[in-house]
């Protein structure tokens, strides 16, 4: 009954905001993501570039990275509830074309302040389209949104190959500035586009008629709150104390959002969820960000070897992802730790391997005696497997955490939004991304980058138990059929 329900609800919605079937829902929304990461790649490309052309320092570069990635947590903590009260049409519509002028002003800029706030703006834009697009999906696909997510995620292993190779093109061909501009015009075609196709599940549109709008009870309760606020408030003649209610409705708001605060913070398994998929967000970019370098530098590849070498990696996860996806449907009927847990601990195992298998290999660990070290062939299939192997098992928890996972617990919060829970998933998870680099440059100088690896794999292990209780939460959710304090309809 559950389903059924949920496919009515599904239906109806989207007839009622006049949209298309949930196929193109998807379309839209992996176009969409695949945009975005289109303009969020220029400044990882042309690095070497600005720093030679525009006097950049290595503390210059270190900062605009640190600017996207504490911006883009901001914006996926506001992202959510941004959907949530102003529909995801309108917000999607705003941020793609906000990150289209934010790669424009990037490219007319050269002081180094300028640059790193430009950045940061394209980061708060970047920040905010995940958790909408992942309502939109959960609200079209219904039982079926672990395989459309896994679907959907691809887009961004594609959208960062295109947007490398896009830059790169672009870099040897014109002047560093087309290489944002060119994304921008991408990104500002894509603005319009979203306008003219993109669903959406709440605002003005759909507030009489959608089936499942969470903040929509409160806001009808409003006006009879109001008037009963008026006549405790109101003069000897009966007409209310306009200062006194002011200053009522300002505390009523803020304790409106700090009792909003604490009721996200008591769904069931929310916090567990979130620490998880700040540590797999932590690993996931630290070897993104560092697997060039750490073959280079470490292991001694050629610039040539590297680029197949560690596309490896984001090539497992455009496999994984999907996977993934589609195994918690089809094998686990839902159950989305049943997938995650088994992952983690492979993902574990791996780093392990990779830590001490490529000494083993490099001869460094004397194995009966004999130090001679592995021919580089040999070396290269151990590296090309086991990165491989990563890239799969890394992101299939990385789409699913903060995805169908997360969406699932919202359900548990009864009235607070799809979308907002989604962006304090997302946001966490996000932070951790920031703290890698820390982690990496601290742990690689001091310990050894073996040492390095030997601790992601641990942070993974931690990940793994926090993944235990909600999935003990999941599987009483589904055997008792449905959630409790689900989205209410509207009484018309």
């Known amino acids: 009954m559950g389903h059924e329900a949920a496919a009515k609800n599904k239906a109806g919605l989207l007839t009622q905001c006049g949209t298309v079937s949930p196929g193109v829902v998807l379309a839209v929304a992996w176009i969409g993501y695949f945009s975005f990461y289109i303009g969020r790649k220029p400044v990882a490309v042309a690095k070497r570039v600005l720093a030679s052309e525009l006097g950049l320092t290595p503390g210059h570069l270190g900062l605009l990275d640190t600017s996207f990635l504490a911006c883009y947590a901001c914006g996926s903590f506001t992202g959510g509830a941004l959907g949530d009260k102003y529909g995801e049409r309108a917000v999607l519509t705003v941020v793609t074309a906000g990150s289209a002028l934010a790669c424009f002003l990037f490219a007319i800029c050269e002081d180094p302040t300028l640059l790193a706030v430009c950045w940061g703006l394209n980061g708060i834009m970047q920040g905010v389209p995940y958790p909408c697009y992942m309502k939109l999906l959960g609200l079209s696909f219904g039982a079926k949104l672990g395989s459309a997510a896994g679907l959907w995620q691809t887009s961004a292993y594609a ?127 630290a070897i993104l960000f560092w697997l060039p370098y750490y073959l280079i530098n470490e292991r001694h590849y050629s610039t040539t070897s590297v680029g197949p070498l560690s596309s490896c990696f984001e090539l497992g996860g455009l496999l994984g992802c999907t996977l993934a996806g589609f195994a918690t449907d089809a094998w686990a009927d839902g159950h989305r730790f049943r997938v995650v847990v088994p992952l983690l601990v492979a993902s574990a195992c791996l780093l392990f391997a990779y830590a001490d298998g490529a000494q083993l290999l490099l001869g460094e660990i004397p194995v009966l005696g004999v130090e001679a070290p592995a021919a580089p062939f040999s070396i290269f299939v151990f590296d090309f497997v086991v990165l491989s192997c990563l890239g799969v098992c890394v992101s299939g928890p990385d789409s699913i955490l903060a995805g169908p996972a997360a969406q699932d617990l919202a359900k548990l919060g009864g009235d607070l939004g799809v979308a907002t829970v989604v962006g304090i998933v997302d946001g966490i998870g996000s932070l951790g991304s920031v703290m890698q680099g820390a982690v990496t440059t601290t742990v690689s100088t001091k310990y050894g980058w073996a040492s390095l690896y030997r601790l992601l794999g641990l942070l993974l292990v931690c990940s793994c138990v926090l993944c235990v209780s909600p999935m003990r939460i999941e599987a009483r959710r589904i055997a008792g059929g449905s959630a409790p304090g689900g989205p209410k309809k509207l009484q018309v």
Request: proline content about 6%; aromatic content about 6%; hydrophobic content about 45%.
């Open 159 to 285: 959208g960062g190959a295109a947007g490398n190779m896009l830059a790169g093109y672009l870099l040897t061909q014109f002047p560093w500035q087309v290489t944002f501009f060119v994304p921008s015009a991408v990104l500002a075609a894509c603005s319009v586009a979203t306008l003219m196709l993109t669903p959406t599940s709440s605002g003005e549109e759909c507030s009489e008629a959608a089936p499942e709008v969470e903040l929509s009870v409160v806001s009808a309760e409003e006006p009879d709150a109001r008037q009963r606020r008026n006549l405790v408030l109101g003069d000897a003649d009966g007409s209310p104390s306009h200062s006194a209610e002011q200053q009522t409705e300002q505390e009523g708001a803020v304790s409106r959002v700090c009792h909003k605060a604490l009721r996200v913070i008591r769904i069931p398994g929310l916090v567990n969820v979130s620490l998880a998929y700040f540590l797999v967000k932590l690993v996931r970019y």
